[in-house]
């Protein structure tokens, strides 16, 4: 769905660096997620946000932090990059609780980000 | 807390025979549940929701509580169905799903 977009798409850094992941969406929705999917683990949950003042953790937050600039973007940023944070990284949308097609999300194509 | 869990990593079946994906969840309350499909160099995207009740591309899910499942079927497998299928768990009124760690179903020729 190219209404989510994802900025870059690929990253190769280095040990200690700051990294910052950008996710657009012109979809109009509220929420917003961060997951990091690896081989054999499955997407797990970094942080969400049901609107701009409202940001979340999820299941994996440590090493990690996010900004909720607008409606429309929500960045995630590697502090201190480690090799273990070597993943691809998906941002997603969904529309508020009482809309039809709530708890659906939709997903941008991904980020794939190498930490050497 | 509530679990996924798909017991199938790899998936392998010839083109034209049955298909099914096992889902398993932990959650005791009333749970809604997703099939979603990632195709090669594609996006994640919804595959269907069980409240839906649908069919999407010859694929159906049903809900079974007592058994705590919702496996993935398609009686003729097809040689596009090749992709990453992840179930997902909502529970009562939480936005988040819970995704279980994914099939990787391959369609043989």
């Known amino acids: 769905d190219a209404d989510v977009t994802q900025t870059p798409r690929n990253r190769i850094t280095k040990t200690g660096k700051r990294i910052m992941l950008e996710c657009s969406q012109t979809?109009?929705?509220?929420?917003m997620y961060w997951y990091r999917q690896d081989p054999g683990l499955g997407l797990r949950l970094i942080y969400y946000s049901f609107d701009v003042k409202d940001i979340n953790k999820g299941e994996i937050s440590d090493g990690y932090s996010v900004s909720r600039q607008a409606q429309a973007k929500f960045s995630l940023s590697l502090e201190s990059a480690i090799p273990n944070q070597t993943a691809l990284y998906f941002c997603?949308?969904?529309?508020?609780?009482?809309?039809?097609?709530?708890?659906?999300?939709?997903f941008g194509p991904g980020t794939r980000l190498t930490v050497l | 807390a509530q679990r996924v869990t798909q017991p199938e990593k790899l998936l392998s079946v010839f083109k034209g025979a049955p298909v099914e994906l096992k889902c398993n969840y932990s959650?005791?309350?009333?749970?809604?549940l997703f099939w979603y499909v990632q195709y090669s160099r594609q996006r994640l995207q919804l595959l269907l929701r069980?409240?839906s009740r649908e069919s999407i591309k010859g694929f159906t899910a049903d809900l079974n509580k007592g058994e705590t499942s919702f496996h993935l079927k398609k009686p003729f497998a097809q040689e596009e169905d090749s992709a990453m299928y992840y179930c997902?768990?909502?529970?009562?009124?939480?936005?988040?799903?819970?995704f279980g760690t994914g099939t990787r179903l391959t369609i043989i020729p």
């Open positions: 997603a949308t969904s529309e508020a609780a009482g809309t039809g097609t709530h708890g659906t999300q939709y």
């Open positions: 069980h409240i």
């Open positions: 959650y005791s309350g009333s749970p809604e």
């Open positions: 979809k109009g929705h509220d929420r």
């Open positions: 997902a768990l909502k529970v009562g009124g939480n936005e988040k799903l819970t």
